[in-house]
């Protein structure tokens, strides 16, 4: 019980943590994220704040990600929702500052990336599967043989032109992330000693299969 407890705060820190990162790349102003243009042009289309925007398109994912078989855990189901809940709080409340000037927005944008990286090592550590996104990246990967760099440029250059044709910010952070995004991700797993391949997470078929069998055998028992 007390490891399930540390891994539940573990996922939903790490949640909050991707959260600030998030937000400190969209604040530096020099354009979003691949995703983060979508989740714009979805906030533009509906009016909508930015996680709020985040959690349709996740959960337009996930649905996607079922239909491709990709196993789906609470914390890909937790990740389409809280992170987005999250960002909310940290933007409307204007808790992390906006630059205006070129320096300090790159800055930030870097730090947004690390910061957003160490995030991910916390709830991806936690056991409880991966995002919405990244659980898409892997079902297309094994659906269609190709490498994942090229699902993934192939996943994220869709979702900016869907996003920008929305109204989502596209600029020069847009392409740094693109390219630099892997980079930071893996300093920030490297710093901590963490292989994702090595985690092994718990599905939502996974406790199915348990209530199925202590069902079965309580009515042996009977």
């Not at 019980?1 to 991707?18: A, D, E, H, Q």
């Not at 992390?96 to 870097?110: A, R, T, V």
């Not at 390219?179 to 300093?187: E, H, P």
Request: charged share 15%; net charge positive.
């Amino acid at each position: 019980m007390k490891k399930l407890i540390f891994s539940i705060i573990r996922l939903f820190t790490g949640f909050f943590v991707c959260a600030v990162g998030m937000v400190m790349t969209i604040n530096a102003n020099l354009g979003v994220a691949p995703w983060d243009v979508l989740h714009q042009g979805i906030g533009n289309l509906f009016n909508l704040p930015m996680g709020r925007a985040s959690i349709i398109a996740g959960l337009l994912i996930v649905i996607i990600d079922i239909f491709l078989e990709q196993n789906i855990g609470w914390g890909t189901i937790f990740n389409m929702i809280f992170i987005g809940i999250f960002v909310d709080f940290l933007m409307l409340n204007n808790l992390i500052p906006i630059f205006e000037d070129f320096l300090p927005s790159l800055l930030m944008m870097f730090l947004g990336m690390l910061i957003l990286g160490y995030g991910c090592y916390l709830y991806i550590g936690a056991g409880f599967g991966a995002g919405p996104r990244d659980g898409l990246m892997v079902a297309l990967t094994k659906k269609t043989n190709k490498s994942v760099r090229f699902v993934k440029n192939s996943v994220e250059i869709f979702a900016i032109v869907i996003g920008y044709f929305l109204g989502g910010s596209v600029g020069i952070g847009t392409a740094i992330m693109s390219i630099a995004g892997g980079y930071f991700f893996q300093f920030a797993f490297s710093s901590v000693n963490f292989n994702v391949s090595e985690v092994k997470h718990r599905y939502i078929i996974d406790d199915i299969r348990l209530i199925k069998e202590k069902i079965m055998i309580k009515k042996d028992e009977a």
